[in-house]
């Protein structure tokens, strides 16, 4: 048997680590084309459950708005509310602090032109800044601030 040469060798050598880095590279390739159509998939995903938080939150928002502020008489208003508060929170919007008002006087309230801005301080927390006009009428005497 004749020995190889050494040049032959050295270029079997290099041949065969051509291959393996070309082999390599089209492996990461691949690896790079599923993990970018991982990343849409996930981006779509984020997207729409973000989406989903921000219009509940926001029509939590503007439901218990209307109803605190869109009212014919005084105990219309606490019954609308009640459902979405709690005791504490409940209480606390009473005028006294102790019970629901009773008067002979006409109280009416009506909100329009809201506006939210909603500030995200977490995940499962956001807060709101809300601008709208308030029209309430007392003895059929109205008033409308901002």
Known sequence: MEPIP???FVLLIIGIDGAMV????????????EVRANQGNYEEQIKSLST???SETS???REFLEK???YEETAERYQKIMPL????GYQATYPSGMELPMSDETVKSSMVGLI???YR???NEAEFFNEFKQTTQFNNIANTEM
């Open 121 to 123: 301080s977490s995940r």
């Open 116 to 118: 939210a801005f909603e």
């Open 6 to 8: 050494k040049k032959s």
């Open 59 to 61: 029509k939590v928002n």
């Open 68 to 70: 605190f502020f869109t």
């Open 22 to 33: 070309i082999m390599y590279i089209c492996s990461l390739r691949s690896q790079l084309q």
């Open 85 to 88: 508060m709690t005791d504490q």
């Open 52 to 54: 989903i938080q921000e």
